[in-house]
Nanobody
Framework: QVQLVESGGGLVQAGGSLRLSCAAS????????MGWHRRAPGKQRELVAV???????NYADSVKGRFTISRDNAKNTVYLQMNSLKPEDTAIYYC?????????WGQGTQVTVSS
């Protein structure tokens, strides 16, 4: 069994920063993309940022220039540095990874940005 455990969410004022972490554990024998999605109140889940095993990245237009994704392949961990946060970034952030040829999801961590 593979588990993804997120940390780093919380409450922050607009303009502030947060760093999310997601560590994958368990029997992992194949690793590909890792990244983050989010679901804001009343909206569908959307891609925030993803990085493949080669280091290529893709970001949602709404976070480009403010969020940075990184990963430590040796630790099977992915990070999301979020700067210049806005109230519209308020959402539950879900870690995602394509491991062992399957989609894997974390339980989510709440990020709340106050105005």
């Amino acid at each position: 069994q593979v588990q993804l455990v997120e940390s780093g969410g919380g409450l922050v004022q607009a303009g502030g920063s947060l760093r999310l972490s997601c560590a994958a554990s368990g029997s992992i024998w194949s690793t590909n993309s890792m990244g983050w999605h989010r679901r804001a109140p009343g909206k569908q889940r959307e891609l925030v940022a993803v990085m493949d095993s080669g280091g290529s990245t893709n970001y949602a237009d709404s976070v480009k220039g403010r969020f940075t994704i990184s990963r430590d392949n040796a630790k099977n961990t992915v990070y999301l540095q979020m700067n210049s946060l806005k109230p519209e970034d308020t959402a539950i952030y879900y870690c995602y990874a394509y491991l062992n040829w399957r989609d894997q999801w974390g339980q989510g961590t709440q990020v709340t940005v106050s105005s």
